[in-house]
């Protein structure tokens, strides 16, 4: 009895005790936030008081907050203000209000390149090729795509009428019911009116998906495809992931799930490595085991990667194509307070079942997924261009032409796709398929073809900035003469000594609009960006009213 009567006193000297060690360590983090944010405030309230003219608090809250985001030199770190949180979100989940039509402005006008699977467009008689000559009644003539987008943009079950010329130069006003729009992120290879071709090759039986992102609608338009495919007797697979950059990390996982009974997928690691995790396959609903290979290319990233490296790790499919973007690191999504924003922040790394970091981090040598040995296929930017357009007019949807083929092959690939990593993967899919054995491509390997095809973008990165800079200097000399010609000094004498001072640029009115200090690390730096800036003040035709300062300290 006694012993119950002291338990409760006890336990509150416990909590008080404990209390008391917690509260100055929450007193000393309070601290620390605010001794960060005083300094801010005092700069803030200095400016505000007596700067020349008033400043503007959001952009300088903006510019604060895009300021610290840099030092941690992430580009996958983000901060969405208010005003562009509604076009965040909709990139975010692939979902959006709207009538559900791909759009460009072609001759001036709005024009739809094509009604989306299951949308309002669609259902309300909308076609590809359509010109939208008036949203509500008011014209898109001269409008921007994006000032178009906003007028079709709405809340559900919200009406838009537009007036549209139809390709027979009929013109019909047609009433659309607004309703949220998920995108499909799952292609066949041809679209037949709503459907999708998906055969590549009848005589072994070859099924082709692409996806082109990963969302909350992927993994179940995947498998429904995957279904259908397997009833109908696929013999092998090809799943297209190349210019995917990935999206949601539990699409990506589901996605390698769908084809793995067994093994790790992925890892993430945070800061605190002891609190990372990893996924693993599940037997249950796994597509059967048939021989699959997975393209992939340099803008394949994230979600699309987990994927290819999971399949590859743990021997499932094999890879073709060339290494893969290396976007490893794992993002967070937080809105902050008071409708202050969205904070996209990175908390963590992936890693492949094999250990590799997926993540490219300056200098290192290995980053992403390397197709397998003997499968690499390189495409040059002008390939890339051509099959990108060439393949563009075979996922619109139009009527249903019945003397379209059901299946199609390697050959037809290449003339009509212009896909020459496509059309070498059906055929190794195919002699494997009938020999069992897989036709290896090149002795090429898949590191050393990585890092030469890095050093090929870094050559014409530097053969274009040579060019520029050519031009520029060009210019200067051009307009230097003129100005000697004209009685006045050349804006810039090759003879000012600008070391140990800076140089400012200001409009007519005194507003600074360009400073680069000099010293002897970043003096050439510092004067081609201030020629850099003064070509483009010339390409503006300001250049009259441009004077430059020097300063000597």
């Not at 590859?312 to 008071?338: E, H, M, P, Y």
């Not at 896909?419 to 050393?448: H, K």
């Not at 804006?491 to 409009?507: Q, S």
Request: aromatic residues 6%.
């Amino acid at each position: 009895m006694r012993t119950k009567k002291y338990v409760a006193p006890f336990l509150l000297v416990v909590l008080v005790g404990f209390l008391l060690i917690q509260l100055p360590l929450a007193i000393a983090d309070r601290t620390d936030g605010f001794d960060f944010v005083d300094t801010i405030i005092d700069v803030r309230s200095i400016l505000k008081e007596s700067f020349v003219r008033d400043p503007d608090d959001e952009k300088m809250q903006i510019a604060a907050i895009q300021a610290m985001i840099e030092t941690l030199d992430d580009p996958h770190t983000v901060y969405i203000p208010p005003s562009r949180e509604r076009d965040f979100n909709k990139d975010l989940r692939g979902t959006y209000v709207g009538i559900g039509s791909e759009i460009n402005i072609i001759d001036d006008y709005l024009t739809i390149i094509s009604p989306m699977d299951d949308s309002p467009s669609l259902e309300s008689g909308v076609k590809a090729g359509d010109v939208v000559l008036e949203i509500e009644g008011i014209s898109t003539y001269k409008k921007s795509s994006q000032e178009c987008i906003d007028q079709l943009l709405g809340e559900p079950d919200t009406q838009v009428t537009i007036k549209v010329r139809h390709l027979d130069d009929v013109e019909e006003d047609i009433t659309i019911t607004r309703r949220a729009i998920v995108a499909r992120t799952v292609k066949g290879l041809v679209r037949n009116g709503k459907s999708w071709h998906h055969c590549l090759d009848s005589e072994t039986n070859i099924a082709y998906a692409k996806v082109t992102q990963f969302n909350m609608s992927t993994m179940q338009e995947l498998n429904q495809t995957m279904l259908q495919l397997v009833a109908a007797g696929m013999k092998g697979f090809i799943l297209d992931l190349r210019d995917n950059p990935g999206g949601s990390l539990p699409a990506a996982i589901d996605m390698a799930d769908l084809f793995l009974k067994e093994g790790v997928i992925v890892s993430v690691r945070p800061r605190d490595e002891t609190r990372g995790r990893s996924w693993s396959a599940h037997k249950v609903r796994t597509m059967p085991d048939f021989p699959m290979i997975v393209l992939v290319n340099g803008s394949s990233a994230s979600g699309s990667e987990i994927v290819a490296g999971a399949l590859k790790d743990n021997g499932r499919a094999t890879i073709i194509g060339t290494r893969t973007f290396g976007k490893g690191s794992v993002q967070d999504v937080r809105r902050l307070d008071f409708n202050r924003g969205t904070l996209k922040y990175t908390n963590a790394y992936y890693y492949l079942p094999s250990g590799r970091n997926l993540h490219r981090k300056d200098g290192s040598e290995l980053w992403g997924v390397d197709p397998d040995p003997g499968f690499v296929i390189k495409e040059s930017d002008k390939a890339f261009v051509a099959r990108v357009l060439a393949r563009r007019p075979y996922e619109v949807i139009r009527d249903r032409d019945d003397t379209m083929p059901d299946c199609y092959d390697s050959a037809w690939i290449r003339e009509n796709f212009k896909d020459e990593q496509l059309a070498l993967a059906t055929e190794v899919l195919s002699e494997f398929i009938t020999t069992n054995q897989w036709r290896t491509l090149n002795e090429d390997d898949p590191a050393v073809a990585a890092l030469d095809l890095e050093m090929t973008r870094l050559t014409r990165t530097k053969a274009r900035l040579l060019e520029q800079l050519s031009r520029i200097e060009k210019g200067i000399a051009e307009h230097s003469q003129l100005a000697e010609a004209a009685g006045k000094e050349p804006l810039l004498p090759d003879d000012i000594d600008l070391m140990g001072g800076a140089i400012t640029l200001r409009d007519k009115d005194g507003n600074v609009i360009g400073e680069f200090r000099i010293d002897d690390d970043n003096a050439a730096i510092a004067i081609n960006n201030m020629r850099l800036t003064r070509q483009t003040l010339i390409d503006d035709r300001v250049l009259p009213e441009i004077t430059i300062e020097e300063h000597q300290e």
